[in-house]
Each structure stands twice: as C-alpha cells, then as structure tokens.
C-alpha cells in the first residue's frame, strides 16, 4: 500500500509563509501552493500567524454610513414609530381590552389581537384603536415587536 503525501511539506510551509507576508489573499495563498482555502486558513491557525485588522475591504464598504450607524430593520421602524426612543419600563405598563371584538367585527380600524384561546368561549380580539399603519394598538405592538423576543426553537 502507497502512503499519501503529506500535504504540508517543509516546501509548502515556506511558500506559505513567505505569501502570507506579502500580503496575498488565503485564496491566493491556496491557488498557488495547490491546497483549499480552508487548508490555508488552518495551517495558518495551527502557525498562530495572523494579521493585523486594517482598512480591509468589508471595513471600507461599512465606512459609508456615520459611526454607529445601523440599517433600521422593519421591526424598529415600528417600534420607533409607536414610542420613539425604546422605554425600558414600556412592558409594565397595563393593557385595556375594553372594546373587545367578534372576528366578524374585526376590521381595520380595530386592534387584531387575540384573546384568549380561539375556540374558547371567551375568544375575541382586542378591538382597541390600532396604532396607524400597523395591525395592534400601542400596547399589543409592544408586546408583538420587542426587540429580541424570537425564541429559537432547537433543531432535531
């Protein structure tokens, strides 16, 4: 049985060293010396050989924007739209339901959400004034729009 190459060689480690310090790309890096990308990145992991963050392009193509400047998301337009600034103490604040609805009352100018289990016979909607543009009044949409309420369901 042949043994198999070793894929770093005393040539290779060199070529790769020699590369890296001026400056060539991990893709460069790996065309040139005939390995994959992920080999060289390793390699240069194992060799604890990094780089020095500078003005590398994704850092130039984020300088667009003021410091700290973030793209708004749709989810804190709304929330920006309902309350301005985020409040902490918003979730406290209680809810009324005093103009609860049927689904056959339900229409846009009335809260949409539900109450109770569907099926229960206590179902209705909320029925409260909506906030303009968007389907809950003020408190439901706090409620439905908290920044970091996804819950991550585990995968099987």
């Known amino acids: 049985m042949l043994a198999a190459e070793p894929t770093w060689t005393v040539e290779r480690v060199e070529r790769l060293k020699s590369r890296f310090e001026a400056g060539l790309s991990c893709r460069d890096i790996a065309n040139d010396i005939g390995v ?5 990145i ?6 604890n ?4 963050k500078s003005g590398d392009a994704r850092r130039v193509a984020r300088t667009d ?4 400047h973030r793209p708004r998301t749709l989810r ?6 309902l309350c301005g ?3 902490p103490d918003a979730d406290d604040e209680p809810i009324h339901n005093g103009h609860c609805c049927s689904l056959l009352e339900l229409n846009d100018e009335r809260c949409r959400w ?13 029925g409260n004034r ?3 543009g968007l389907p809950y009044c003020a408190g439901h949409t706090r409620l439905a729009y908290r920044p970091g309420s996804r819950q991550r369901v585990p995968r099987g």
């Open 130 to 132: 909506p906030v303009e």
């Open 114 to 126: 539900p109450i109770s289990t569907p099926g229960a016979e206590d179902f209705c909607f909320c």
């Open 85 to 87: 600034e985020p409040q």
């Open 42 to 47: 390793g390699k240069l992991s194992r060799l």
């Open 36 to 40: 994959s990308r992920n080999a060289v």
């Open 76 to 81: 804190r337009q709304m929330l920006l739209k």
């Open 65 to 68: 924007a003021p410091k700290g």
């Open 49 to 52: 050989l990094t780089r020095e």
